[in-house]
């Protein structure tokens, strides 16, 4: 399956800049993971083909009978800039550490990586709707076998 959704560009993103991964990477006291940063190089951010992620925990997305997921709607865009904006928001919501934003769904859930030392960095989630955050899988490559095209519509009540 293509990682990124080619019929829902919105506009060209720009090129990824080499200084900026170091810069970030620099910042984070961390290795951004390969895979990542691998379709950033193809694709500057934009949506996935992946409409959700599959979680083992209980939520405000979804319940059991429809399948435990959250949404995903679109990978950030990786610039410096941006990862300060995005560090700023995660630290209105109380998130700690050696952290970077790398994507969104629905603008309540928050995808991002938490850096700790001589690892790769662990994929977690800001559900801002309950303020609660969620250890979603232990590497970037194990997020993405959690990625899924086919899930149910949720119905907001």
């Given amino acids: ?70 949404p995903l709607r679109s990978m950030t865009s990786l610039t410096f800039e941006r990862y300060l904006d995005e560090l700023s928001v995660l630290r209105e919501w109380d998130v700690e550490g050696n952290v970077m934003m790398f994507a969104e769904g629905e603008g309540s859930y928050f995808w991002y990586f938490h850096f700790m030392e001589a690892a790769e960095p662990t994929v977690w989630c800001l559900d801002i709707s309950d303020e609660t955050t969620y250890f979603v899988a232990a590497t970037y490559d194990e997020w ?11 119905v907001m009540p």
């Fill in 1 to 70: 399956m293509p990682f990124w959704d080619k019929e829902l560009q919105e506009e060209t993103m720009i090129s990824v800049k080499e200084t900026d991964i170091q810069r970030i990477e620099q910042a984070v006291n961390g290795s951004l993971p390969v895979r990542y940063l691998e379709q950033i190089r193809e694709q500057n951010g934009g949506a996935p083909e992946a409409m959700a992620v599959m979680v083992e925990f209980k939520n405000t997305w979804s319940d059991e009978e429809s399948g435990l997921h959250l």
């Fill in 144 to 154: 993405l076998t959690k990625l899924s095209t086919d899930v149910p519509e949720v």
